[in-house]
Nanobody
Framework: QVQLAESGGGLVQAGGSLRLSCATS????????MAWFRQAPGKEREFVSGIKWTGGTFYADSVKGRFTISRDNAKNTVYLQMNSLKPEDTARYYCAGRTLSSSSYVPNDYDYWGQGTQVTVSS
């Protein structure tokens, strides 16, 4: 059974940086498209960034130029470098993977999810 585990969340001041990691374990299934979503209290889960096995990347407009997604296929790990953080970035961040290689911004299109890691940005 494939499992995703996020780490790296925390409390940071506005303008600061955090790096999230998502490690994949269990089974031999390859997840060709991985993504980060976030969900703030009272809001729907929203797409943040995604990356293909081949390295193609996708970003929500709200994080373009501030966040960078990357993956190390040998380590089965996906990263999200978050710079210039803003209070509105405060949310629980989830790693997700899908067995199809095409990108998707829709949470229901993903087959596997982590438990999430909390990111809090103070003003």
């Amino acid at each position: 059974q494939v499992q995703l585990a996020e780490s790296g969340g925390g409390l940071v001041q506005a303008g600061g940086s955090l790096r999230l990691s998502c490690a994949t374990s269990g089974g031999t299934l390859r997840l060709p498209f991985m993504a980060w979503f976030r969900q703030a209290p009272g809001k729907e889960r929203e797409f943040v960034s995604g990356i293909k096995w081949t390295g193609g990347t996708f970003y929500a407009d709200s994080v373009k130029g501030r966040f960078t997604i990357s993956r190390d296929n040998a380590k089965n790990t996906v990263y999200l470098q978050m710079n210039s953080l803003k209070p509105e970035d405060t949310a629980r961040y989830y790693c997700a993977g899908r067995t199809l290689s095409s990108s998707s911004y829709v949470p229901n299109d993903y087959d596997y999810w982590g438990q999430g890691t909390q990111v809090t940005v103070s003003s």
